[in-house]
């Protein structure tokens, strides 16, 4: 190629890059592809899939669904979960039984991979929906599931 | 008469008034620095904003919104960061010299702020060889940025530095070539009087072929010399971790970041004194408001610094070889063609003028 075609190709090619940018600018406010992060907290419902933190839920005589099985503790890969266990008299049939005391759920070691709850056989544990879990303070990472004066459900072990 | 004048000119009489001439002159002109810093750093903060939202929207992003109304006050946070951050350094480093150079590079642009015509009045110093102490100033500021990359101890911070120094020195002539090329036309280098030839229509327009031929290599020179992509080698990320500036930290790497901006605005300003009218407006329809001088100004500059982001977000970086074959093999020689070009257009008066 000659010294002016080589001129003139080159200004060609760089306006034909910038006519591309330029409609990319141009149509940016209705194809940004970033999201915002969501200030609708109230009315955001996030999608079923979505592996915030490990929750129990309890219903309204405060009652959850752990039997104290252990087996999330074992499934766990790295050791997030621990359960505080002892045995108490069951009312009904006044024979020792085990039950949890404290649900121990460490956030700062668990990995999202969900085996504790594939693995729970009575639906105790589920995946929560909160995303906003940065604290100041690394101690509170350490949960306790349960809460306080919370006794298993009636005919969650049948 | 309009207003800016008369307040300026209200103030000055009052400073003589009340205290002996010399001691007056001093106030005043330490009165106007202050003003020019405080230009400076605000549009320094403001183009660094402007600079990241128009990166976001090119790059189909949003870009930063949260602090402030559309992101106003995020660049205020983030020198606020900047001030408060650690001044690190590497040890072996020639502690006198690493310091200094920040300051060289930031002085010389705003020395460079000094001479540009916002508006009529709005000038601080209407010096009769505007153009040629624009063209000294702005290659002082390599000066710097050698001396930071040299006195870092750094090898990336070296070769960044020396790669400036290239860069500057060989870009230098294009756009002292491109200007003198419009300088024929006006016959001065007094910035106000180039602005005074452009009231029978801009420069652009006056010298039409050379004269967009020379804008545009003052663009493409103009852009190197800031050290911006496509031409940023002195700070290549992928090849040089931040080039000359990597072993600053804190406000004196803002002053670098700062400076780098002021002078994309100076190159833009001078593009717009010397091509497009600086303060003049389009066909003179507000030629009653002389006020309005400085909204056309920073229209028609801001045009400019737009067009060198588009540059940014657009072409990939050069290397060094193509950068230097740019300079000497095509630029340069167009250059000189063109100043010909020019001088027979004015010698046989074939400009057009309104």
Same mark, same amino acid.
Request: net charge neutral; proline share 3%; with cysteine.
């Given at each position: 190629?000659?010294?002016?075609?080589?001129?003139?190709?080159?200004?060609?090619?760089?306006?034909?890059? &910038?006519?591309?940018?330029?409609?990319?600018?141009?149509?940016?406010?209705?194809?940004?592809?970033?999201?915002?992060?969501?200030?609708?907290?109230?009315?955001?419902?996030?999608?079923?899939?979505?592996?915030?933190?490990?929750? &129990?839920?309890?219903?309204?005589?405060?009652?959850?669904?752990?039997?104290?099985?252990?087996?999330?503790?074992?499934?766990?890969?790295?050791?997030?979960?621990?359960?505080?266990?002892?045995?108490?008299?069951?009312?009904?049939?006044?024979?020792?039984?085990?039950?949890?005391?404290?649900?121990?759920?460490?956030?700062?070691?668990?990995?999202?991979?969900?085996?504790?709850?594939?693995?729970?056989?009575?639906?105790?544990?589920?995946?929560?929906?909160?995303?906003?879990?940065?604290?100041?303070?690394?101690?509170?990472?350490?949960?306790?599931?349960?809460?306080?004066?919370?006794?298993?459900?009636?005919?969650?072990?049948? | 008469?309009?207003?800016?004048?008369?307040?300026?000119? =209200?103030?000055?009489?009052?400073?003589?008034?009340?205290?002996?001439?010399?001691?007056?002159?001093?106030?005043?002109?330490?009165?106007?620095?202050?003003?020019?810093?405080?230009?400076?750093?605000?549009?320094?903060?403001?183009?660094?904003?402007?600079?990241?939202?128009?990166?976001?929207?090119?790059?189909?992003?949003?870009?930063?919104?949260?602090?402030?109304?559309?992101?106003?006050?995020?660049? &205020?946070?983030?020198?606020?960061?900047?001030?408060?951050?650690?001044?690190?350094?590497?040890?072996?480093?020639?502690?006198?010299?690493?310091?200094?150079?920040?300051?060289?590079?930031?002085?010389?642009?705003?020395?460079?702020?000094?001479?540009?015509?916002?508006?009529?009045?709005?000038?601080?110093?209407?010096?009769?060889?505007?153009?040629?102490?624009?063209?000294?100033?702005?290659?002082?500021?390599?000066?710097?940025?050698?001396?930071?990359?040299?006195?870092?101890?750094?090898?990336?911070?070296?070769?960044?530095?020396?790669?400036?120094?290239?860069?500057?020195?060989?870009?230098?002539?294009?756009?002292?070539?491109?200007?003198?090329?419009?300088?024929?036309?006006?016959?001065?280098?007094?910035?106000?009087?180039?602005?005074?030839?452009?009231?029978?229509?801009?420069?652009?327009?006056?010298?039409?072929?050379?004269?967009?031929?020379?804008?545009?290599?003052?663009?493409?020179? +103009?852009?190197?010399?800031?050290?911006?992509?496509?031409?940023?080698?002195?700070?290549?990320?992928?090849?040089?971790?931040?080039?000359?500036?990597?072993?600053? =930290? +804190?406000?004196?790497?803002?002053?670098?970041?700062?400076?780098?901006?002021?002078?994309?605005?100076?190159?833009?300003?001078?593009?717009?004194?010397?091509?497009?009218?600086?303060?003049?407006?389009?066909?003179?329809?507000?030629?009653?408001?002389?006020?309005?001088?400085?909204?056309?100004?920073?229209?028609?500059? &801001?045009?400019?610094?737009?067009?060198?982001?588009?540059?940014?977000?657009?072409?990939?970086?050069?290397?060094?070889?193509?950068?230097?074959?740019?300079?000497?093999?095509?630029?340069?020689?167009?250059?000189?063609?063109?100043?010909?070009?020019?001088?027979?257009?004015?010698?046989?008066?074939?400009?057009?003028?309104?």
């Amino acid at each position: 190629m000659g010294y002016f075609s080589n001129i003139f190709n080159g200004v060609k090619t760089l306006l034909t890059g &910038m006519s591309v940018t330029g409609k990319y600018f141009l149509t940016s406010r209705k194809g940004a592809i970033t999201q915002q992060y969501p200030d609708n907290r109230d009315t955001l419902k996030m999608f079923d899939r979505f592996r915030g933190e490990v929750i &129990m839920p309890h219903n309204e005589n405060n009652e959850h669904r752990c039997t104290g099985c252990q087996k999330c503790e074992i499934a766990c890969p790295n050791g997030t979960i621990e359960i505080i266990w002892d045995r108490g008299i069951d009312e009904e049939t006044g024979k020792k039984k085990k039950k949890i005391d404290q649900f121990v759920y460490h956030l700062s070691m668990c990995t999202m991979c969900g085996l504790c709850i594939d693995v729970c056989p009575t639906d105790a544990i589920k995946w929560g929906q909160n995303f906003e879990n940065s604290v100041y303070d690394r101690t509170k990472l350490t949960r306790v599931l349960n809460t306080p004066g919370s006794k298993l459900q009636p005919g969650v072990e049948d | 008469m309009n207003n800016a004048l008369s307040i300026t000119r =209200s103030i000055h009489d009052w400073l003589f008034s009340i205290m002996p001439e010399s001691v007056a002159s001093i106030v005043e002109m330490v009165l106007i620095a202050l003003v020019y810093l405080g230009i400076f750093a605000v549009a320094g903060l403001f183009l660094v904003l402007i600079e990241r939202r128009v990166a976001a929207w090119f790059q189909l992003r949003i870009g930063p919104n949260r602090v402030g109304y559309q992101g106003l006050l995020q660049t &205020m946070a983030d020198a606020l960061k900047l001030v408060s951050k650690e001044l690190t350094g590497t040890d072996k480093a020639d502690k006198f010299l690493y310091n200094l150079a920040p300051y060289f590079v930031i002085i010389s642009s705003l020395m460079a702020l000094a001479v540009i015509p916002f508006s009529m009045e709005f000038q601080a110093f209407d010096i009769n060889i505007g153009i040629f102490f624009l063209i000294a100033i702005s290659s002082i500021g390599v000066i710097g940025i050698l001396l930071g990359g040299w006195s870092s101890n750094n090898k990336f911070a070296l070769i960044g530095a020396m790669r400036s120094g290239v860069q500057t020195i060989s870009y230098e002539l294009s756009i002292g070539l491109s200007l003198l090329t419009m300088i024929l036309l006006t016959g001065s280098l007094q910035l106000s009087e180039i602005v005074a030839v452009q009231k029978e229509g801009w420069l652009i327009v006056q010298g039409h072929i050379p004269a967009i031929i020379a804008f545009m290599i003052y663009m493409i020179a +103009g852009t190197a010399e800031t050290n911006r992509a496509p031409f940023d080698m002195p700070e290549a990320e992928s090849e040089l971790g931040a080039g000359f500036h990597t072993e600053y =930290s +804190g406000m004196k790497f803002a002053y670098f970041f700062l400076a780098e901006f002021i002078n994309m605005f100076l190159i833009a300003a001078i593009a717009t004194t010397v091509f497009f009218g600086a303060w003049l407006s389009p066909f003179g329809i507000t030629e009653s408001i002389p006020l309005l001088g400085v909204f056309w100004f920073l229209l028609k500059t &801001m045009t400019l610094v737009f067009l060198m982001m588009w540059f940014r977000w657009t072409f990939p970086r050069l290397r060094v070889d193509q950068l230097l074959t740019l300079e000497w093999k095509y630029l340069l020689p167009i250059n000189l063609v063109n100043i010909v070009i020019m001088a027979f257009l004015v010698w046989t008066n074939l400009i057009i003028k309104f």
